[in-house]
């Protein structure tokens, strides 16, 4: 394969946008309004990436899926957690509905930072300098790399953060009731270093990855105008694994210390996000995406199909739905409805959509008849074991596939949610089975592109909207 058709591959796989953002916010004395972002793609403006880098590049983003659906398998399973499994359980807390205006959060590619997945630039201490965060619906516990790296810090793409510049950093004391919530989040019990009495978190993934650090508070700015004075994060010390060059994490995950959680008090336990394609459809921006916090961010309510949150009492802090059909060219597959009913996520971190054995099989052979017709079918590419030569400007006989959820809410699929570019001339269908006896459903970011998707977490429902990233 040539390596120009990697950087094709990874610009649809990513979703990539670029890191230039416009906003304006307009505000009202008698109604509040949210912060409007545009996001641009990051081809028209990273030169910095280069064919061999993404070649790289693409081996850790498959791995990293891999081994992060292992983590989420084992922690569906109950399985004691250790340093290969991925950090953020939760308990559940009750948060006030708030009424401010929901913060707009420039969401960014992750291919300029070594990363599958989408980052986000926010700021922290005083004086504020910003950093590149990964956004991340399945982790509850924020970290980024902190000075001086007594163990190891990764080389990242912004300088690292010194916490003896900000007049408004302090470390936890180990008495805190912070750190007593460490295990929680993390799902591994604090140390408390005595000389200092100062709490220490460990933040562990299932790729191997691991951040180890000071638990520390300090002021963090979202925006210009929004800012959270006391945020609860961790100040890592030894970072090792596939972060690629971000900074660090951020939790949107359901963990009281998680930042969705710290923040709802002020604006509402909810958020809403797009993620765009890799090719928007114009200069302008038609296709950016943007990340929203806040309760005012899933207006207007009634642009959405709402689909309930499931409850899980070995996982509280992921999000979970019911996937209950799935229908290719508007025909429902011929499996039995037992085969849908499993722990079904909804990730951001998770690139390829993952489902049941016996449900991908079904799809895989209703498209394949579909699109055998015309294409003729391609070695398999990696995981992607249904591929076709074909091209995605030239394929127009893909038939549609509908995600239906509980309550009717749906993900109604076009040709760049179902297929990715592999090779010059090859597309692959961008779903995958669960692999292991512990059979799940995860809805990868790749599936979720271009929907506006609603998490709205004080009324326990997930939304979605078709054309989010207008």
Request: charged share 15%.
């Amino acid at each position: 394969m040539g390596s120009a058709w990697f950087l094709v591959f990874f610009y649809f796989l990513l979703a990539t946008v670029s890191s230039l953002a416009e906003f304006q916010e307009n505000e009202s004395a008698h109604k509040l309004s949210g912060i409007h972002l545009n996001i641009y793609h990051l081809r028209r403006h990273d030169s910095s990436v280069t064919p061999k880098s993404l070649q790289a590049i693409f081996s850790d983003i498959l791995a990293t899926d891999e081994e992060r659906i292992k983590a989420l398998h084992s922690r569906l399973a109950n399985k004691k957690p250790d340093t290969a499994t991925a950090a953020s359980s939760s308990s559940s807390h009750q948060r006030k509905q708030g009424a401010a205006k929901p913060i707009g959060i420039p969401l960014n590619p992750g291919l300029s930072i070594g990363s599958g997945n989408y980052y986000v630039k926010v700021g922290l201490g005083s004086p504020v300098k910003y950093y590149s965060m990964i956004m991340d619906t399945g982790s509850s516990f924020s970290w980024l790399q902190c000075q001086p790296c007594t163990v190891y810090c990764y080389s990242q793409i912004d300088p690292l953060f010194d916490p003896s510049a900000s007049k408004t950093y302090r470390k936890l004391s180990c008495s805190t009731s912070e750190c007593s919530s460490i295990k929680e989040a993390t799902l591994n019990d604090p140390f408390c270093q005595a000389n200092s009495n100062t709490c220490i978190y460990t933040a562990s993934y299932g790729d191997t990855s691991f951040s180890v650090g000071s638990l520390s508070q300090d002021l963090l700015t979202l925006t210009p105008s929004e800012s959270l004075p006391r945020f609860i994060y961790g100040c890592g010390v030894d970072n090792q694994g596939l972060f690629g060059r971000a900074a660090g994490i951020l939790g949107l995950a359901k963990d009281k210390l998680s930042m969705l959680a710290q923040l709802s008090n002020k604006y509402g336990y909810a958020f809403s996000y797009c993620l765009p394609t890799a090719f928007p459809r114009s200069t302008r921006g038609g296709q950016g995406g943007f990340l929203s916090i806040g309760s005012t961010s899933l207006s207007p309510s009634s642009a959405y199909k709402f689909t309930p949150m499931i409850k899980n009492s070995f996982n509280p802090s992921l999000y979970f739905l019911s996937l209950t059909t799935i229908t290719v060219a508007n025909k429902p597959l011929g499996v039995a409805a037992a085969n849908y009913k499993v722990s079904t996520i909804i990730d951001s971190g998770t690139v390829i959509t993952r489902l049941p054995a016996p449900v991908y099989a079904a799809l895989r052979q209703a498209f394949v008849k579909i699109m055998s017709n015309k294409y003729a079918q391609a070695p398999a590419f990696s995981i992607l074991d249904t591929c076709f030569k074909a091209s995605l400007g030239n394929a127009s006989v893909v038939p549609q596939i509908r995600l239906v959820f509980q309550g009717g809410a749906d993900l109604s699929l076009g040709a760049q949610n179902i297929l990715i570019e592999a090779d010059k001339g090859v597309v692959c269908l961008a779903f995958a089975p669960s692999s292991g006896t512990n059979q799940i459903a995860i809805i990868g970011n790749h599936q979720q592109q271009t929907f506006k998707v609603a998490y709205d977490v004080s009324n326990s429902r997930i939304g979605f909207a078709a054309g989010g990233c207008h």
